[in-house]
């Protein structure tokens, strides 16, 4: 098959590999991709939300089979523009992919099938806000309602902080929506569980724990994910199935009732408090860097998962997973998730790398032949293992020896896993 792979992040550079080692993959063909995925297949520089443009480079290029790795083209409705053409693709449609365009749309659903998640109350302006605020408890969860490209969540601890970030939002922040949740701040322990689904059934894909504060022991402010280490020990048995019975199966069971079925990933972001998991946030996607931890464990051929999701058969499908834990260790550009310096250049040729490790690009492309960080988020280095210290040892005896001087990483990562 022919496959046309949606993105440019570490997550696409992760299932891109995952792509090609598939004996059912001819060619793979990035829209956009990266320095990473440029070794593996064809990069093409295109507009991912052109999706005009997209569809006639899909027929240009004979491609089979489309995956789309990010949020943006799939909230605003790519799959349902190309399954119109008759192109087979693997992601939500656009409706399904509320639960994670619409913080408002994903907090009703939860209402309305009794889901558990943090309290919560949706505003569409600062007199509900500031009503809101007459009798509440600090801290106070903020949140943008529309995609925020993970900015859109505050935790404030007055009433002054909540009108402040209320008010940006609701004069347009963030461009995709102007309304906002308060929500009741949930003390517990964060993990996020995948799934792979189809129109008639869902199987487990992974569980991990990201690291979302820039600095170490969790210091400063949010990013798109410092690092990873999966699997996540708190999702055991008896979790899982409190998982899968009080907040997954409802939720698909409502898209359906709705005429709208979910497929494709769906990331379950959990907050466990008590022993009980609440439900913090959907993605629609894989994680980025949940996807390059937990890919690596994959045991079963990936492509051949995706292929059955795409025909509704994932019920004919085992997925196995090795035995070992894995983890993986964002290097970031100085200034991150600030402003940061691009277009420097990184040197990685004299890097060896063993069957367990991996080195997924993120934000890297080639200026001419030299290799440069085009993004914050610059390059994801994994290792599987028996044990996160050694795991973790490993991972940064590499990046030592990538020794670039604009980036900066976390040297605790999996500090919950290694005591
Ligand atoms: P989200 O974009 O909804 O995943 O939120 C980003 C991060 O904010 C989460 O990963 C949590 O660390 C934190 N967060 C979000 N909602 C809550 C909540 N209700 N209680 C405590 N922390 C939260
Ligand atoms: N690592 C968090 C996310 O992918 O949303």
Redesign the pocket.
Known sequence: MNIGLIGSGGREHALCKSISNSRLAKRIICFPGNAGTAKIATNINVNVLNFKKVLKLINFYKIDLVIVGPEEPLVKGIVDFLRKNKIKVFGPNKFASKLEGS?AFMKKLCAQNKIPT?KFKICNDKKQVTHFLKRCNFPL?V?ADGLAA?K??T?CKSKDEVIDVASEILKGKFKSSKKLIL?????GE?ASYFLIVDNNNFKFFGSAQDH?RVYENDKGP?TGGMGAYSPAPIIDKKMEKKVISKIVLPTLQALKIKKKPYSGFLYV?L?IKNNEPYL??YNVRMGDPECQVILPRLKTDFLKIINKAVMNKLGQTQIKWKKLKSMTIVLCSKGYPGKYIKNKNISIKHIKLSKNDYLFHAGTKFNDNNLVNSGGRVLNITSTGKNFLKIRKKIISIIKKINWKHGFYRKDIGWKVIK
């Open positions: 913080k943090a969860v949140k993970g859109g969540v935790i929500e009741e701040f949930l003390d964060e979302k949010n972001g907050m913090i946030e």
